[in-house]
């Protein structure tokens, strides 16, 4: 006789920890942003470094990976203790492991050099709207390597997305940059617009990978093993950057970086360290959405941040407000909700499978009961 397994609908826990998650990627992205704002606007000029803060804080996670890591090893023996099943499918050897760790940390090596000099040759405003369009990427590569069926209002996200991006191209001079050269500030206006749209796009596609690699590769629902990916793959990732720091000879500069910086040398190392602490607790969060939902999820509470990191850039920085960064601004919002409302879709018609399930497997069972 084949026993009918209703799914079971999402626990509290399950919405603590998205909730949780969700508060981790949109206060560490808001604060990690304004610092690295802060450091270049005060005398930083190492992209090196600043790419090397959005990867040092990985270390943090370590006593809670040893506190995970305890309790999985007491459950795996207590489980062959008490004689439950093992594992119905296969550990994945270490080799592929290391191929998946190497490869997305050469990624986000990439993906955080390119978003340092987006930062730098741009408003904090721009430079986060810009960054909406990790949705739109993400979007396409979950089609092509998780599936990711594009309905209606997915549809009209991404175009919402896209289109508030694309008008900040029509920019005004004024708004690029502090050059007293019109045309080098535009120069690097745009080389900031293209390094943030080409981040953006690899941020969505490593999204779409580490969602890719936790089904095909590492084959395991546990918290242990998100930990594990952040951990290694920040690690790749932080010894790639420091080879360039030193390769590029910034590392000679960085002495005399900490003397002019306009705040002091404590408030140097204070806004490094804390941009630091700001990136590991964002990517603890982005990684446990990507573990517990879905990459296209993460990625679209990341977006939520847009109104936030935009309005204190106007209150500490002093960025332009314009017409043009406004209905950016509004469509990227609505862009947003826009997908929201499609998880919600997804979610009832989720619960409606779910009772209907139920209700079969009720029948079933009373169907048994009977013939016996």
Not at 141 to 161: A, D, E, G
């Given at each position: ?23 981790f990627v949109l206060a560490g992205q808001s604060v990690a942003t304004l610092l690295g704002r802060l450091y270049y606007d005060e005398g930083g000029k190492s992209k090196w470094l600043a790419t090397l803060v959005q990867l040092a804080g990985f270390p943090l996670v370590l006593p809670l990976y040893c506190l995970v890591a305890i309790k999985s090893r007491k459950e795996h023996d207590l489980g062959h203790d008490s004689g439950l099943c093992p594992m119905t499918s296969m550990p994945p050897s270490y080799k592929k492991l290391m191929f998946v760790y190497v490869s997305l940390g050469v990624l ?265």
């Amino acid at each position: 006789m084949i026993t009918i397994v209703p799914p079971r609908p999402r626990s509290y826990k399950w919405w603590f920890r998205v909730l949780m998650y969700s508060f981790f990627v949109l206060a560490g992205q808001s604060v990690a942003t304004l610092l690295g704002r802060l450091y270049y606007d005060e005398g930083g000029k190492s992209k090196w470094l600043a790419t090397l803060v959005q990867l040092a804080g990985f270390p943090l996670v370590l006593p809670l990976y040893c506190l995970v890591a305890i309790k999985s090893r007491k459950e795996h023996d207590l489980g062959h203790d008490s004689g439950l099943c093992p594992m119905t499918s296969m550990p994945p050897s270490y080799k592929k492991l290391m191929f998946v760790y190497v490869s997305l940390g050469v990624l986000v090596a990439v993906d955080c050099f390119l978003y340092s000099v987006g930062l730098l040759y741009l408003p904090v405003s721009t430079y986060s709207l810009i960054s909406a369009t990790q949705l739109a990427f993400n979007a396409l590569f979950s089609f092509f390597l998780n599936s990711q069926k594009f309905t209606p209002s997915i549809v009209n996200s991404l175009v919402l997305l896209t289109i508030s991006s694309a008008l900040l191209v029509f920019q005004s001079d004024s708004s690029s940059g502090s050059s007293t050269n019109g045309s080098m500030s535009r120069a690097k206006y745009m080389v900031g617009f293209i390094c943030t749209v080409a981040a953006s796009a690899g941020y969505g596609l490593l999204l779409s990978l580490t969602q890719l690699s936790f089904r095909k590769v590492v084959k395991r629902e546990t918290f242990k093993a998100v930990l594990e990916m952040l951990i290694f793959q920040s690690l790749i990732a932080s010894s790639i950057v420091c080879a360039g720091l030193f390769v590029s000879g910034d590392w000679t500069h960085l002495k005399r970086e900490m003397k002019d910086y306009k705040l002091g040398e404590v408030t140097y190392v204070m806004t490094l360290a804390w941009t630091a602490i700001a990136w590991g607790i964002f990517s603890l969060g982005a990684i446990g959405l990507i573990f517990d939902v879905s990459s296209l999820f993460s990625n679209s509470i990341s977006t939520v941040g847009l109104p936030i990191v935009p309005v204190f850039a106007a209150v500490f920085f002093h960025d332009s407000m314009d017409g043009v960064k406004v209905v950016s601004m509004v469509l990227a919002i609505w862009g947003f909700i826009s997908y929201l409302y499609q998880h919600y879709l997804d979610v009832a018609e989720l619960k409606k499978k779910t009772g209907r399930l139920a209700s079969k497997f009720d029948k079933q069972g009373i169907a048994n009961t009977a013939t016996q």
